[in-house]
């Protein structure tokens, strides 16, 4: 990835299986934090229908609306056209793509702590926004 350009036209593609909670949630998250500086989009190798409820509601929480999207299936165009593909938690898996850098954010996954419900979305949030910050900060 080149750093060394600066922040304006690094664009971020935020990957999860469905579409409709982590990715969306890193890429809502990730536009408030970097503001215009980076072009961001998210997409799920299996997308579903709808953004998942929860998500859309701890992510309200901290100001941020992702009520309106539209879950988008991955294209090779969109692999193409992103400096980094950041795939979102454990479940979702790509082939390397030459030319794209790649890296994985394994999240935190409540659930394997029996805790589930609107308190697994929101430190699943917590996560996300530390990771974004700590990513917008090194572009």
Excluded: Y
């Excluded at 988008?72 to 992103?82: I, V």
């Excluded at 659930?111 to 699943?124: N, V």
Aim: overall charge negative; some cysteine; aromatic content about 2%.
């Amino acid at each position: 990835m080149n750093h060394g350009e600066g922040a304006r036209g690094t664009s971020v593609l935020f990957v999860c299986v469905s579409n409709a909670g982590k990715s969306v949630m890193a890429a809502g998250l990730m536009r408030q934090i970097a503001g215009p500086n980076i072009r961001v989009t998210s997409a799920g190798t299996h997308a579903k229908t709808a953004v998942n409820g929860l998500s859309a509601r701890v992510l309200a929480e901290v100001g941020v609306d992702i009520s309106d999207h539209r879950p988008t299936r991955l294209t090779p165009q969109m692999l193409d056209d992103a400096d980094l593909v950041v795939l979102v938690g454990k479940q979702a898996d790509l082939d390397q793509f030459p030319g794209v850098a790649f890296e994985r954010w394994d999240t935190d996954e409540p659930s394997e702590r029996g805790i589930d419900g609107i308190e697994r979305m929101r430190l699943i949030r917590d996560d996300i926004a530390d990771r974004a910050r700590l990513l917008a900060s090194s572009l």
